[in-house]
C-alpha cells in the first residue's frame, strides 16, 4: 500500500463520486470516501469509507489526516431543477457548499496535499449570456460580470474564487472544472434531486405505450447533458495535467427538453405524447464550450447522447419495471 497513490474522494456517496471512486481504484490507487451517506445503488469501493458531515471541522480533520496525493472535492448540497430553481433552499444550498468548501481548502493546504481537484458547475455562468437558446454563451471567460441564475450558481463561483486564492496565496495545486448536466446509471432518478435526463428516463418507463408524459415549460429550453464515463476522463486527464482551470466538462451536443425526452422514447421504442405544465426551468439555453479543453487537454468529450441515454433508461427502467 506505501507505493500506491493516495486518493480523498468528498462526495464519494454521490453520483460522480462513486463513479470516480471506482476509476481511481481500477488505476490502482489506495481511495478513502467521505459522505453523509453510503452510495445508493451500489457498495462503495473505496479502501476506506467515512461517514461524516464535511459541514463539521472535525470531522474533516479526521477525513484529511494527512498529505494525500489526490483531494477531489464532490460534496455539495445540490440537485435538479426542482431543488435548485425553488429558491426554497437557498439558504442550505449556499450555507452547506461553502462550509464544505472552506474546511477542505484550509486542511488541504495545512496537510501539504499533492493536488486538489474542485467541482464547479456551469450553473455559475452569467444568465445573460443563456437567454437565447439556440446560441448560449458559456466559454470559461464568460464568466464575468458575474450574474448565475441562482444561489447555487453563486456558491460555485464564490468557491472557484477560493480555491484559486489558496492556488495564488499558498501555493496549493489546484484543478476546476465546471461540469455540465452529468447523467448516467447510479445517478438519483427520483425524489425531487434527480436531473432531466434521469427524470425523463423515469417518466418514459412509467408510461404506458400511447401515453402522456409531462414536461416544464414549453420544452424549447436547450441543454447539453454528458455521460459519466466522460465525466470522469476528464476529470482525471485535468488532474494529471498542467492546467489549473477553471475547465468546462461537458458535451457540446445540444438540444431541447423536447428532444430530449424523444430520445429517450427512442431507447424505450415507445411513442408518447408530451403535455407541457408550469415549473421551474432555469435559464433558457446552456451548451458546453469545449474549445479551451481541447486546446489544453488536446481532449474532449465526444460520446453521442443517444448512446448514454440508451444506457441510462435500461438502468432506471430496471428499477421500476423488474
Known amino acids: 500500500m506505501s507505493n500506491k497513490k493516495r486518493a480523498l474522494v468528498c462526495g464519494a ?26 452510495p445508493d445503488f451500489s457498495p462503495t469501493e473505496a479502501d476506506e469509507f467515512i461517514l461524516g458531515d464535511l459541514r463539521d471541522q472535525t470531522v474533516c480533520r479526521n477525513v484529511l489526516d494527512q498529505s494525500f496525493d489526490e483531494v477531489y472535492q464532490l460534496a455539495a448540497d445540490m440537485g435538479g431543477a426542482g431543488y435548485i430553481f425553488t429558491g426554497e433552499h437557498d439558504a442550505d444550498v449556499m450555507h452547506n457548499s461553502a462550509s464544505i468548501n472552506l474546511n477542505i481548502v484550509e486542511l488541504a493546504h495545512k496537510q501539504k496535499v499533492g493536488k486538489i481537484f474542485y467541482s464547479s458547475s456551469a450553473c455559475m455562468y452569467p444568465s445573460y449570456n443563456q437567454e437565447d437558446p439556440n446560441n448560449p454563451k458559456c ?11 441562482s444561489e447555487y450558481g453563486w456558491e460555485k463561483l464564490f468557491s472557484e474564487r477560493l480555491y ?28 425531487g434531486k434527480e436531473k432531466a435526463p434521469a427524470a425523463l428516463c423515469r417518466k418514459v418507463a412509467e408510461a404506458k405505450d400511447g401515453g ?10 436547450t441543454r447539453s447533458f454528458l455521460y459519466i464515463d466522460e465525466c470522469i476522463e476528464g476529470v482525471r486527464r485535468l488532474m494529471d495535467s498542467n492546467f489549473t482551470g477553471p475547465v468546462n466538462i461537458g458535451s457540446d451536443e445540444m438540444v431541447t427538453i423536447n428532444q430530449l425526452a424523444k430520445m429517450i422514447m427512442k431507447s424505450a421504442g415507445k411513442k408518447l405524447t408530451i403535455k407541457h405544465i408550469s415549473g421551474p426551468l432555469g435559464v433558457r439555453g446552456r451548451n458546453s464550450d469545449n474549445t479551451l479543453i481541447k486546446e489544453k487537454l488536446k481532449w474532449a468529450p465526444s460520446q453521442p447522447l443517444q448512446d448514454g441515454l440508451k444506457i441510462t433508461y435500461e438502468w432506471i427502467n430496471k428499477k421500476i419495471n423488474p
Request: hydrophobic content about 35%; charged content about 25%.
Open 13 to 38: 456517496g454521490g453520483f460522480i463520486g462513486s463513479h470516480l471512486v471506482k476509476k481511481l481504484k481500477n488505476e490502482g490507487y489506495w481511495v478513502r470516501g467521505v459522505d453523509l451517506k453510503n
Open 212 to 221: 402522456e408524459i409531462e414536461i416544464w415549460g414549453d420544452g424549447e429550453q
Open 139 to 149: 466559454s470559461e471567460d464568460s464568466a464575468y460580470p458575474a450574474a448565475p441564475d
Open 164 to 191: 484559486l486564492s489558496y492556488f495564488r496565496n499558498y501555493g496549493l495545486n489546484v484543478r476546476i472544472a465546471r461540469f455540465h448536466n452529468i447523467f448516467g446509471p447510479l445517478g438519483t432518478w427520483k425524489g
